[in-house]
Each structure stands twice: as structure tokens, then as C-alpha cells.
């Protein structure tokens, strides 16, 4: 018996010493075109949408597009040397962004990089952009108001925890103003603030830090943002990390306001990632998804039930128009998107009427659910006086006399414009 198990353990010891460690191969492709921060990568047959890829250099891009025999992928970094024949490597990683509440007060990119000169935040909690909206059974009637400070908007545009409202307009009538001073009113409201900027100019993202800063308004807010100079795909990913972070917020049973600003150039870095990877163009060449691209963006915001910890994630997107018209592809998606729209006209902003909100064509979905009380009884036939105002107000101006009647109208619309007429950065509590 000895015998037989000193031979079986000289025939387990060759065996072992013998052994060759045979290692086995990572899926390899290689770069057959590159160009525009796009490569067109071949040999990577189980990639997943919206992997992580890693190029021989040690860049990385994202798989965007998955055909039978190629994959379409956009490169994070800028200026980054790729050539053809380059090898490429899968990660098995979907793009992730960290998560962790020490980024409060700080900014930093859609890869948690910082911008402003602070130290890297480290932490192991990364979640992937990409998540699935909360579901119908999770989440609640939206009933509790969020308070802008904007007298207009409180009023006669209630926003409600939850909501999805859209600030639309043309340029420079004043959009982000009504959204930074939405920001700053929640410094002292146990609300955490994330200000998206998607591909603006570094000036500009810079004096929105300063007016947060300046009004205390920072402790409590992130600012995700990538510049106009950063690749088209750092731009494509931006608001999807922003609403990743206040998800993790949300899930702490936190409330939470998030402005993307804007979601024009966001189809836009969308739309030009599209057309270099070769795919289909639809209306005003956009890509046929990008309807699907934001409403999963915008599904995200939600107001959660207590068992699901009563946490909430309001939305504020921003988009331009051009010479105000609303019926352009990328508004009329979003306003069906969105739970109510806030639109701002060049009129009314030019004549000093600030914020330069059109009451006509702006609706809040969630209307008074969202509303104390107070504000309520308060109200009554405001907005139906202002409208009013307005139609009258259009036909006096083709001259003739007046009856009294139309006279008190008239005077009592002008004093209601003048009471709703507010600065910047001056909230008002309810």
C-alpha cells in the first residue's frame, strides 16, 4: 500500500514539475480607420455597448456603434497619437463615473477628474452611466413644491419635486440665470444642487462657479461639466454622469436638483459622433435615436415612494431655439419629454421684463399639486388676468378709445408685471 502511494505521488510531482502555465489570449482587435476622435476597431466580436476600449498607447474610448464586423468607437482623450494597425484591447468595463459625496463643492469632469485645481477625490464606489429609470411602481405622485425663489415661476409655474420642467428660449434671455437662481434659493433647503454645463467655454463655466460661490450657494453643489474644447464624446457623456451622481444622492433618500445646460449642444456632440461613425441621418441629421437619448436621460428624474426611500431628482433641461421657434426637431422632443416648459422670449427681455417668461406658452404639468396652500389662495386668477392683460393689451395698440373697463384691466396687468419683475440672485422665500 505504501508502495502504491510513494509511486502515485512520484507520478503527481513530475506531472507538477512538468506543467506549462498556459495563459489564455485577451480578445485583441486592431485599428483598421481613425480620424475626428473616431476609430473603427476589428477582431472584437463580444463587445458590449458602451465598453470601455483600450488602445496599445493606454487611451481609451468608447464602443458606440456594433456592427457584424466592426465596431464604431469614440476616443475620450484629446490629441492622443492612434494609427491604424494600433491594437485594441476589451476591458469588459461599461463606462462608469465615481460617486461620493465629497465631490459636494467641487468641480469636476464627466470622469471625476477635478477642474478646479483640488485635489482628486479618491473613492471605490464607480456606477455605470447607462441605468435603467426608476419604475411606475417605485416612485410617487409628484406633491411637494420645489422653491425656486423666482416669484413668476412659484407662483404661476410651480416646479414639484420629482419634476421634469424645460427652461426654453432663444440665447441670452436669460435661461441659466433662472436656473442658477433656482440653485442658490436651495443653499439653506437640505436640497444638493448639480450643475451640468455640456460644451462650454471655460470663461463661462467659470462665472457660474463665482456666482455660486458668491451667493454661499457651493457647499452644496457639484458642477459636472466638459468644455467646448474637450472631444464630442467627453460632451456625449456628460449630463449621463451628472444624473448618475444624483442618483446615488437620490437613493440616500436625498432630494435633488439637476440643470442641464444645454441639451442642444448635447444633440449636437451626439449628432456629430453619429455622422463620423457613419450612421444613419434622420430629420435635420440627427440621428433616428435621439429622441430615445434623451427621454432616457430625462426618465431618470423621479420622486420616490418611502419604501423606496422617498428620495427625489428634479430636472431642470435647458435648451435654445433659434428666432423662438419652438417647433424645431430638438424642442418639440423635449417639451413631450418634460413634465412642463418655461419659455423665455427676446421681447420681453429687451423691454427690461426680467425673467423674461411668455405665461402663454408656459405650463407647469404638475400646476398646483405643487403648491402650498398659502401660495394657492393667494394666487387665484393671476395667470387668467395676465393673459387677459396680454390679448388686450395686443389689440390697444391699433389705437381707438377705450371703455373703463378694459382701462382697469390694462392698469391692473401693468402692476402685475411690474410685482413679478425680479434680479438676478435675489430670491424670495415663499
Not at 383 to 400: A, I
Request: no cysteine; hydrophobic share 40%.
Amino acid at each position: 500500500m505504501d508502495n502504491k502511494i510513494s509511486e502515485l505521488t512520484k507520478i503527481l510531482k513530475e506531472r507538477i514539475k512538468n506543467y506549462e502555465l498556459k495563459t489564455l489570449p485577451k480578445e485583441q482587435g486592431k485599428v483598421v480607420s481613425v480620424g475626428d476622435d473616431i476609430a473603427i476597431v476589428q477582431g472584437l466580436a463580444h463587445v458590449g455597448y458602451l465598453e470601455i476600449i483600450k488602445f496599445e498607447n493606454g487611451s481609451r474610448g468608447i464602443a458606440i456603434v456594433l456592427e457584424e464586423n466592426s465596431v464604431g468607437v469614440v476616443i475620450l482623450e484629446k490629441g492622443i497619437s492612434i494609427k491604424e494597425g494600433d491594437a485594441v484591447y476589451r476591458t469588459k468595463q461599461i463606462i462608469s463615473v465615481p460617486i461620493s459625496s465629497q465631490f459636494l463643492g467641487r468641480v469636476i469632469n464627466p470622469l471625476g477628474h477635478p477642474l478646479d485645481g483640488g485635489e482628486k477625490i479618491q473613492t471605490n464606489n464607480y456606477s455605470v452611466i447607462e441605468r435603467i429609470a426608476p419604475s411606475v411602481i417605485q416612485r410617487e405622485s409628484v406633491n411637494e413644491p420645489l422653491e425656486t425663489g423666482i416669484l413668476a415661476i412659484d407662483a404661476l409655474i410651480p416646479i414639484g419635486k420629482g419634476q421634469r420642467e424645460l427652461i426654453i428660449g432663444d440665447r441670452q434671455t436669460g435661461k441659466t440665470a433662472i436656473v442658477l437662481d433656482t440653485l442658490i434659493n436651495q443653499r439653506d433647503k437640505n436640497v444638493i444642487s448639480i450643475y451640468v454645463a455640456i460644451g462650454q467655454k471655460s470663461t463661462s463655466i467659470l462665472e457660474v462657479v463665482k456666482k455660486l460661490k458668491r451667493n454661499k450657494a457651493m457647499k452644496n453643489t457639484i458642477v459636472v461639466a466638459s468644455s467646448s474644447s474637450d472631444t464630442e464624446s467627453l460632451k456625449f457623456i456628460t449630463p449621463f454622469a451628472g444624473i448618475t451622481i444624483a442618483e446615488h444622492f437620490m437613493q440616500q433618500g436625498k432630494d435633488v436638483v439637476i440643470a442641464f445646460d444645454d441639451l442642444t449642444r448635447h444633440a449636437m456632440a451626439y449628432r456629430s459622433l453619429s455622422l463620423l461613425l457613419s450612421r444613419s441621418p434622420g430629420r435635420e441629421a440627427y440621428p433616428g435615436d435621439i429622441f430615445y437619448l434623451h427621454s432616457r436621460l430625462l426618465e431618470r428624474s423621479a420622486k420616490l415612494n418611502k419604501k423606496n426611500g422617498g428620495g427625489s431628482i428634479t430636472a431642470l433641461p435647458i435648451v435654445e431655439t433659434q428666432l423662438e421657434d419652438i417647433s424645431a426637431y430638438i424642442p418639440t422632443n423635449i417639451i413631450s419629454i418634460t413634465d412642463g416648459q418655461i419659455f423665455l422670449m427676446n421681447d420681453l427681455f429687451n423691454v427690461g421684463i426680467k425673467p423674461a417668461i411668455d405665461f402663454g406658452l408656459s405650463v407647469s404639468r404638475v400646476g398646483s399639486n405643487a403648491q402650498i396652500k398659502a401660495m394657492k389662495q393667494t394666487i387665484g386668477t393671476l395667470k387668467f388676468d395676465l393673459s387677459q392683460y396680454r390679448e388686450l393689451k395686443t389689440f390697444s395698440q391699433f389705437g381707438g378709445s377705450l371703455d373703463s373697463k378694459t382701462k382697469n384691466i390694462l392698469e391692473r396687468g401693468t402692476k402685475i408685471i411690474e410685482i413679478l419683475k425680479q434680479k438676478e440672485e435675489e430670491p424670495l422665500p415663499q
